[in-house]
């Protein structure tokens, strides 16, 4: 199950990570350029995660501000048409 409260902070660590990474990238740049692509290699990692993870979160987020826009009766008419939909296809 998707659990933004735990999500969310794995998120930021990654996306801290990756700028991190690429800070020390241009510390290293003219001094230890040998160091440069390992850190770069490291901030792609960890970014690709990180902002999978920020794109995923801003689809929890707009999902979850259109069902707060609902009116419980909306709500519950949803949930009727998907257990019955759910019960059809195991038939």
Same mark, same amino acid.
């Given at each position: 199950?998707?659990?933004?409260?735990?999500?969310?902070?794995?998120?930021?660590?990654?996306?801290?990570?990756? %700028?991190?990474?690429?800070?020390?990238? %241009?510390? =290293?740049?003219?001094? *230890?350029?040998? *160091?440069?692509?390992?850190?770069?290699?490291?901030?792609?990692?960890?970014? =690709? #995660?990180?902002?999978?993870?920020?794109? *995923?979160?801003? =689809?929890?987020?707009?999902?979850?501000?259109?069902?707060?826009?609902?009116?419980?009766?909306?709500?519950?008419?949803?949930?009727?048409?998907? #257990?019955?939909?759910?019960?059809?296809?195991?038939?």
């Amino acid at each position: 199950m998707f659990n933004p409260a735990a999500v969310k902070p794995v998120m930021f660590v990654f996306l801290g990570i990756t %700028l991190v990474a690429l800070l020390f990238a %241009l510390a =290293l740049w003219r001094d *230890y350029e040998d *160091y440069v692509a390992g850190c770069l290699g490291f901030a792609a990692f960890f970014g =690709l #995660i990180g902002f999978m993870k920020l794109y *995923y979160m801003n =689809l929890w987020w707009s999902w979850a501000r259109l069902q707060k826009a609902k009116s419980p009766e909306q709500l519950e008419e949803e949930g009727r048409k998907y #257990i019955v939909s759910f019960e059809e296809t195991r038939k």
